[in-house]
């Protein structure tokens, strides 16, 4: 196994938990995060948990800041004590934090979101052909299929937990008000 499948063996969970509720692609997630940390490899990556090269320009979350050289030297870049948080806050930024994304979170394929997503202006051209070869060569949509049973899972489970809750009200809680 590759440098680069093992990357993407790795973090597709994560990719999955951190899209849950949301129409972000998992496999849009792990393009780019292969493309902004070179595979895990960056500094960003390894100093800070900023695998998506987020920036510290706007910070409402409050992350600590730590400084690498990007466009230009010394740039702000958020810092993360984890991880997971800062997958999530890639999430968070592009679908809530920045309403520039909006429409492009709510393109159906995980092409066209990328394409809307850089046309937004997340980054160069390069970077839809670079993230669509990646999604494509390590056939990166089954992580969207995983993602779609995963929603499928929770929405039945929300559906079993209200039909017992209405269960539970009907049988034993509403006869107990009677008698009082």
């Known amino acids: 196994m590759t440098t680069e499948e093992k990357f993407f063996n790795s973090f597709a ?17 792990l393009a780019m995060a292969s493309i902004e940390s070179d595979f895990g490899k960056s500094s960003l990556a390894k100093d ?13 979350n409050n992350f600590e800041v730590s400084y690498h050289n990007d466009d ?8 993360y004590k984890n991880i997971y948080e800062g997958w999530k806050d ?6 809530e934090e920045n309403p520039r994304y909006k429409d492009a979170i709510a393109e159906d394929t995980p092409e066209k979101q990328i394409t809307a997503i850089m046309n937004s202006g ?5 970077y839809e052909t ?5 999604i494509n060569k390590y056939n990166l949509k089954q992580y969207d299929k995983k993602k779609a049973m995963d929603n499928k ?19 034993f809680v509403k006869p107990v008000l009677q008698n009082s």
């Open 13 to 29: 969970p994560l990719a999955i938990a951190t899209t849950i509720g949301t129409n972000l692609f998992p496999s849009v997630k």
């Open 48 to 60: 800070s948990n900023n695998y998506f090269g987020v920036k510290a320009y706007t910070n409402p």
């Open 72 to 79: 230009t030297n010394g740039e702000p870049f958020r810092k």
């Open 90 to 95: 890639q999430t968070y930024f592009l679908v």
């Open 122 to 126: 997340y980054a160069t051209a390069e």
């Open 130 to 134: 670079w993230a669509i070869d990646r």
């Open 153 to 171: 899972i929770i929405v039945i489970g929300g559906i079993a937990i209200l039909a017992f809750s209405v269960w539970f009200l009907f049988s």
